[in-house]
């Protein structure tokens, strides 16, 4: 499977990922994360349901907050 991930393109062999089974494979742990799905907020309590399939554009922002 072919997506767009944060502007890059990726390769998967699986078709058809959640956003947390997507998270174990990029090993992307921090806590807080904004997710997209084609320009669309994907809510946490969503992640492990909704779907990326082929063709996706996927985004996934680290939030950082310090001072």
Sequence with gaps: MKIT???RIE???EDGLT???LFLIKKFSFKMLVT???G???KKEDRG???IHEGDDV???HLVSGG
Aim: avoid cysteine.
């Design 59 to 61: 985004t996934v922002l």
């Design 19 to 21: 956003f947390e089974e």
């Design 11 to 13: 390769y998967f062999d």
């Design 40 to 42: 669309q907020l994907v």
């Design 5 to 7: 991930l944060n502007n």
């Design 49 to 51: 349901t909704t779907q």
């Design 36 to 38: 997209k799905l084609n």
